[in-house]
C-alpha cells in the first residue's frame, strides 16, 4: 500500500516534541505500508476519516482507498476526549 502524507498531518508530526513518539509513529505508518498484520488498524464509522491507526496514545487518522491501494495520512493526534 502506497502512503501519502497530507501537509496538516506533517505539521502536527513535527509538532511533536518528542522523538521516540514520533519514531513510533512513523513505524506505525510503516507498518501500514508493508501491509503487517500486527498493526492496531480499525475501520471508523460516522467520522469524517476512515480508518484510524493506533499507536500508543496518538492516533494516525486516515482515508484508505483499497481499490487502488493508498493510504492517505489526514491527522495525527493526542488521545483524549475530544480525538473523536
Known sequence: MRIEWKNKARKQLKKLKDRAVIK???DGVEALESNQPNIDLKPLTKH???HR???GNYRVFLNIDEVIEIAIIEE???RD???Y
Open 24 to 26: 513510533r509513529i512513523l
Open 48 to 50: 469524517e476519516y476512515t
Open 53 to 55: 491507526l493506533r499507536v
Open 76 to 78: 495525527v493526534k493526542k
Open 81 to 83: 476526549e475530544r480525538t
